[in-house]
């Protein structure tokens, strides 16, 4: 079955510009998460999504940040005035809350570059 | 707070020899998971090997064995006959019993020699 999927795959913007990125989780997944990896650093949790429950935000870098989860599948997460510092490739994950495993099922990523 | 610690930035082993991989964590819980994920090149991220900490037998999968030492919060990686297509890095995964929040290591970069 398909994975899950992340667009744009690469993202080029300016300083001071907005940015949305999206995640596509497997079909039937309650729980997605979103990370930030920094170059050569490892994953910094951002914000986490089970069902219908308020959002877990705590890892959110700063009110510039923001995500949605419409109808309990896709996700975007937003980025308002982008700055350099937020250069990283995003991550996102979605695992079945069901069943021993929690595995989390990573998308490919969007890398994110503000020049 | 959960911390989870690699401490080998970088590693090398020669094709068809045995590597082990560093992980400690700290944490207050009884009752959660512990996950090695690798990522190549590529960028997608790809489970390797879990281990319930209820579970006093060590994780196998098939190359990938882990030693899990919980009162030392430790739980490293063995890769047994290494083959290049290992080249990647391997994160060190923690995540509490009621799934909230993970927690990643920094990360060991594993090159594989031929």
């Known amino acids: 079955g398909a994975g899950v999927s992340q667009s744009p795959s690469n993202k080029v913007t300016e300083k001071g510009k907005d940015v949305e990125l999206r995640c596509d989780p497997i079909?039937?997944?309650?729980?997605l998460y979103w990370y930030r990896q920094s170059l050569g650093q490892g994953l910094e949790f951002l914000i986490y999504?089970?069902?219908?429950?308020?959002?877990?935000k705590s890892g959110l870098p700063s009110d510039r940040f923001s995500a949605e989860r419409t109808g309990g599948s896709v996700s975007t997460l937003t980025i308002q005035r982008t700055q350099q510092e937020d250069s990283a490739v995003y991550l996102c994950?979605?695992?079945?809350?069901?069943?021993?495993?929690?595995?989390?099922?990573f998308g490919p990523g969007t890398r994110l570059t503000v020049t | 707070a959960q911390t989870v610690t690699q401490s080998q930035p970088e590693m090398s082993v020669q094709e068809a020899e045995t590597v082990t991989l560093s992980c400690t964590y700290d944490?207050?819980?009884?009752?959660?998971?512990l996950f090695w994920y690798k990522q190549p090149p590529s960028r997608q991220m790809i489970l390797v090997i879990r281990?319930?900490?209820?579970?006093?037998q060590n994780a196998t999968e098939n190359r990938f064995s882990v030693n899990f030492q919980k009162a030392a919060k430790s739980f490293s990686l063995k890769i047994s006959d290494s083959q290049l297509g290992d080249t990647a890095m391997y994160f060190c995964?923690?995540?509490?019993?009621?799934?909230?929040?993970?927690?990643f290591g920094t990360g060991t970069s594993l090159t594989v020699i031929p």
């Open positions: 994950a979605s695992s079945s809350s069901t069943g021993v495993s929690y595995e989390q099922y």
């Open positions: 079909s039937g997944h309650t729980a």
């Open positions: 999504f089970q069902g219908n429950s308020a959002p877990d």
């Open positions: 944490t207050s819980e009884n009752n959660y998971y």
């Open positions: 281990q319930e900490a209820y579970k006093q």
């Open positions: 995964a923690f995540m509490k019993g009621n799934g909230n929040q993970f927690y």
